[in-house]
């Protein structure tokens, strides 16, 4: 059967999804929003300078116009999408009457996922708004879009997940792993293997180029660390290596697992003090994951926690933990990717993987 084209307005209406999520209020500004849509901007701001032409969504805020926002029913149309949108900054900034900053481009549909592209003028340029060195990977929020304005230079500080986003991406991840008949001891690899993946670089989505573009990925960023003897990094790479015969049903969603986890800005993330991998796993395996058919009982964080502080640990401790069972179970190396992304931060951590018997 050909594939099926998707109207735009499915882009849209994740958009306004997303903006919502990340504290936009996507009502028409009469209505104390502050989301316009296509048909709406020449009526609210009449002297925009747009003509005949409008972008799918401009975000204003105290009656002046922040964002520009340009949607596509395609991902391989977002360069597209970003350079529409930069077009219609341009003309709203040569006008005169208002200046926009901030462009946003996005495309896809539900299938295969969505991307999002920002840019930011600086003043002579249009160059990717950045929070930590990397690129934004979401709709930025209310807080980003602040930050971005005041530093005016294409920075700004990354928002924070709430645990909330963490517990919707864990069944959202989940949902597509039990669709693709992933075996629920293997769906960790997967998460580790693809987050490791997105840390190192782009993963290549050409059918049938998926899987071994993780894995090359994966390999690449465990043998640039230095946390780890050449025997352990062999181990790491192994263990998280997917193959043809276990995710070949995977690859063809790959594109919607690395839009919901690029949601959470992982990169930008991962240079924050926040344990992002951590809450991660955790909602993963508390609200995404059959526990009582693996034997899971899960020890909730406040206690964890406490008993950590109760110890005293710090950063240059080695922790092990003999009491893991099937939770770690064909997959030891999650304590050593923490290790192996946060800059010495983290502890590094040593699993056991105990029989249920124990």
């Known amino acids: ?15 306004r999804q997303v903006a919502a999520q990340k504290g936009w209020d996507t009502r028409h500004p009469q209505k104390g929003g502050q989301f316009l849509e296509e048909q709406e901007i020449e009526d609210y701001f009449k002297d ?4 005949n032409t409008k972008p799918d ?6 009656f002046q116009p922040l964002l520009v926002v340009e949607a596509k029913n395609d ?3 977002i360069d597209n999408a970003i350079s529409e949108a930069i077009d219609y900054a341009n003309a709203i900034n040569a006008h005169g009457s208002y200046h926009v900053n901030i462009a946003i481009g996005v495309a896809g549909e539900e299938d295969n ?45 990354i928002s924070i997940p709430k645990v909330s986003d963490y517990i919707i991406t864990a069944i959202d991840l989940s949902s597509i792993l039990r669709s693709a008949k992933i075996e629920p001891s293997l769906r960790p690899k997967v ?11 782009e993963i290549d989505l050409t059918k049938g180029e998926e899987l071994d573009s993780i894995n090359s990925l994966v390999e690449e960023a465990i ?5 780890f003897e050449d025997e352990k990094k062999r181990q790491l790479i192994e263990t998280l290596r997917m193959s043809e015969a276990d995710y070949s049903r995977l690859a063809p969603k790959m594109g919607k697992i690395i839009y919901i986890l690029k949601m959470l800005n992982i990169k930008s993330i991962l240079q924050t003090d926040t344990d992002f991998l951590g809450l991660l796993y955790e909602a993963f395996i508390r609200y995404g994951y059959d526990n009582n058919s693996l034997g899971i009982v899960f020890t909730p964080r406040h206690i964890t926690k406490f008993c950590a502080e109760l110890v005293d640990v710090t ?19 999650i304590g050593a990717i923490s290790g192996l992304f946060a800059n010495g931060r983290p502890m590094r951590s040593y699993f056991f993987a105990l029989s249920p018997v124990c």
């Open 75 to 77: 991902i391989s149309k």
């Open 315 to 333: 950063a240059r401790d080695k922790v092990i933990d003999k009491a893991v069972t099937g939770l770690i179970q064909g997959i030891p190396q």
């Open 48 to 51: 925009s300078g747009l003509g």
């Open 113 to 157: 996922g969505y991307i999002f592209t920002t840019r930011f003028f600086d003043g002579n340029d249009w160059i990717d708004l950045t929070a930590r060195g990397f690129v934004l990977t979401s709709f930025p929020s209310v807080a980003e879009v602040e930050n971005a304005l005041l530093t005016n230079n294409g920075t700004t500080e």
């Open 57 to 62: 969504f401009l975000v204003c805020k105290d």
């Open 1 to 15: 059967m050909a594939k099926s084209k998707r109207a735009e307005s499915r882009c849209r209406y994740l958009i």
């Open 191 to 201: 998460l580790g293997a693809v987050i490791t993946a997105l840390y190192q670089g």
């Open 223 to 227: 043998n640039q660390t230095d946390h």
